[in-house]
């Protein structure tokens, strides 16, 4: 075998840095608290951080709307503190990933304020323009165009409004951002999480946003200008990405990405008048099947990227909450799955110990851009105030990033100062109780990712095949890996009622329940056979 490309061997957790930890007591989370906790980090036995954005931005869409890409926000700290980020970072073998925004800039970004100034202006062509405007829809809700009266144009925003969208088809553009790439990876970091990364190619005159006909060569040409001869990670946030499609992006001869995240199995529950908003209550034995198929699908020209949470999604113990179910066995279900499937985990903070969603009580309490426009637009629809609250405040983004619980002290010891949202229920979730409780969820995950990459496992788990087992029944989901004589099952209940445990008797590697006869629902097992 050859050489193993380096990101086939890390396993990623996702920093949301506004709600990680406060280093300076202003409320918010930065760099230096994120600094203070990377010993926190290591101990988890993770490779690599994902940081979401931590650029200057208005936060119009916390943080997603870069103004500067080549300077830290005064919120978060400064470029100072992002090298010191790396280099303590790299001291305990941790890698440190960016968030690259580049389907659009913030409003404020100087390009676009310039190119606000004259339809001559050279930077004019680094954004989209319209004199006639479709039915594009933004992804936040409300039209996809804004009107310039000084310009008497639009200009596309498949996102908030102060969220322009950038011209690709602008080569001085893409050079630009070449650039900027190849500055933080000089500056030592290793790699992207490449933000809505299929919508770069967009025709919007046809209503085609994902998938465009020039999006594979950009991606492509981003390799060439800027990963070529280097060891750099990248996963692209692809919505749309199907087993087909994946492979556009993933396939190694292609030279284009590593790996995507796919959303099937979340979309799947997204399509209902209301989106996301009426979310109906997750089909795990859909989901298993979505995600088997992900895994089986030409995997020599695949890599997966497995994650059931980050910024945007409901917590998994939320998500996949059942009555009489303990939230921290849906947890150690969701982040065993990831670590034994074929591919890449990624956890997001929070999820090591099972936090859940805080309940928002008002109106005040909310964040997000997404749930504040589209609370608007149900009002306009006729929807009830109290139906149109639920609707956002149960099923809104702002339920994945409120702060870290890291002990029973004041606001979970994030910070001293008011944190800039709610905080969920710290007293019965936090990190400082469950390092002492040896059955704990974060307990739980350091053994696992410690068994998922000792010597003798993670070749099984990296190179070997992955095949689904259906011979145990519909209620359970199981699967087998293997590299020549060696082979893992992992198996788990993912039904409504205890199961006999077919794999009783053989080598337990890990399981979420203690040595049983029968297994509960959301009962795993993983075996070496
Ligand atoms: C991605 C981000 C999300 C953001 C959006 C626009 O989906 O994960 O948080 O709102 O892109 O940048």
């Known amino acids: 075998m050859g050489i193993v490309p380096s990101f086939k061997n890390q396993v990623v957790y996702q920093i949301y840095p506004r709600s990680f930890y406060d280093g300076n007591e202003d409320g918010t989370g930065d760099l230096r608290g994120i600094i203070e906790k990377l010993d926190y980090i290591a101990s ?3 490779t690599a951080i994902w940081i979401s954005p931590c650029f200057k931005s208005p936060f119009k869409d916390g943080g997603y709307d870069i103004s500067n890409y080549y300077e830290v926000d005064p919120l978060f700290g400064n470029n100072a503190d992002l090298d010191d980020l790396i280099k303590e970072a790299k001291k305990r073998n941790l890698r440190i990933i960016l968030d690259l925004v580049v389907n659009h800039t913030s409003d404020q970004h100087p390009w676009f304020q310039e190119a606000l100034k004259s339809r001559d202006n050279p930077y004019h062509d680094y954004y989209i323009w319209t004199k006639k405007p479709n039915d594009l829809r ?9 009107y310039v009266p000084e310009l008497d144009e639009y200009y596309l925003h498949l996102f908030a409004k102060e969220q322009p969208d950038l011209n690709w088809a602008n080569p001085k553009l893409r050079a630009e951002i070449h650039k ?8 030592g970091v290793y790699g992207f999480r490449e933000d809505v990364i299929e919508n770069i190619g967009k025709v919007p005159e046809k209503m085609i946003t994902t998938n465009g006909p020039m999006l594979h ?3 492509h040409e981003i390799y060439e200008q800027v990963f070529k001869g280097r060891d750099a990670f990248t996963v692209g946030e692809c919505w749309d990405a199907d087993n087909v499609s994946r492979t556009l992006y993933t396939d190694p001869q292609r030279e284009e990405l590593n790996m995507v995240f796919q959303f099937a199995w979340f979309k799947k529950y997204e399509a209902t008048p209301h989106g996301k908003f009426d979310r109906l209550s997750p089909d795990l034995h859909e989901i298993r099947d979505i995600i088997f198929a992900q895994q089986e699908t030409e ?6 990227a497995n994650f059931l949470s980050n910024h945007d999604l409901p917590r998994p113990t939320a998500f996949f909450a059942r009555p009489g179910v303990d939230p921290e066995d849906i947890a150690k279900f969701t982040l065993s799955l990831n670590l034994f499937l074929s591919g890449t985990p990624f956890i997001y903070q929070g999820e090591e110990i099972a936090m859940g969603h805080p309940h928002f009580d008002s109106l005040e309490e909310l964040r997000d851009v ?3 426009n589209h609370y608007k637009l149900f009002l306009e629809e006729g929807i009830p105030e109290d ?3 639920q609707m956002v405040s149960i099923n809104g983004r702002d339920n994945s990033r409120t702060p870290m619980q890291w002990s029973d002290a004041k606001n979970g010891g994030f910070s001293a100062e008011t944190p800039w949202i709610k905080v969920g229920d710290y007293h019965t979730i936090n990190i400082e109780k469950q390092e002492k409780d040896p059955e704990s969820t974060l307990n739980f995950l350091k053994k696992a990712i410690k068994l998922r990459q000792s010597v003798a496992i993670l070749p099984i788990v990296r190179d070997g095949s992955f095949k689904a087992l259906r011979e145990y029944g519909n209620d359970y989901l199981a699967f087998e890996r293997k590299l020549g004589d060696k082979r893992l099952v992992y198996l788990a209940n993912i039904g409504d009622k205890p199961l006999t445990n077919p794999l009783l008797g053989k080598k337990v590697l890990l399981q979420n329940k203690g040595e049983q006869e029968t297994l509960p629902p959301f009962g795993m097992i993983l075996v070496e056979d």
Do not use: H, I, Q, T
Request: hydrophobic share 40%; glycine share 8%.
């Open 44 to 46: 988890l036995g993770v």
């Open 138 to 146: 933004s992804v936040f809700g409300g039209p996809a165009y804004e």
């Open 180 to 187: 900027m790439m190849n500055y933080w990876l000089d500056r």
């Open 217 to 219: 060569p950009y991606l």
């Open 299 to 304: 995997p020599e020209k695949s890599w997966n």
């Open 370 to 372: 997404e749930e504040l």
């Open 387 to 389: 139906k149109a609250f």
